[in-house]
Nanobody, 126 residues
Framework: QVQLVESGGGSVQAGGSLRLSCEAS?????????MGWFRQAPGKAREGVAK????????YFVDSVKGRFTISQDNAKNTVYLQMNSVKPEDAAMYYC??????????????????WGQGTQVTVSS
């Protein structure tokens, strides 16, 4: 059974850093060409924050986190990371890890993500 388990969430001061981890199990890592981090704050829609095409390593970031967040993968550990730097109060949300397929061109559209973790909460104090 496919399972994604997030960790690393917690409370951080504005301007600080946090690293989220997502460990995948129950399937072959290479079966899913896209891994991503999504977030949802209360009263807001879920948004894709960062995605990585696992076959080629290309990445995507939502504009609001560009230059502050990075996404990376460790194939040996079946783990994807989200490094959050210069965290802002508006980054506070429940963060979800997800896995999905890609387009033929190596893109990772939101609807292609089919496997989801339970989420890890990030709170930001100003």
């Amino acid at each position: 059974q496919v399972q994604l388990v997030e960790s690393g969430g917690g409370s951080v001061q504005a301007g600080g850093s946090l690293r989220l981890s997502c460990e995948a199990s129950g399937y072959t890592w290479s079966n899913y060409y896209c891994m991503g981090w999504f977030r949802q704050a209360p009263g807001k829609a879920r948004e894709g924050v960062a995605k990585i095409y696992t076959r080629g390593g290309s990445t995507y970031f939502v504009d609001s986190v560009k230059g502050r967040f990075t996404i990376s993968q460790d194939n040996a550990k079946n783990t994807v990371y989200l490094q959050m730097n210069s965290v802002k109060p508006e980054d506070a949300a429940m963060y979800y890890c997800a896995a999905g397929s890609s387009t033929a061109g190596g893109r990772c559209p939101d609807p292609f993500f089919r496997v989801w973790g339970q989420g890890t909460q990030v709170t930001v104090s100003s």
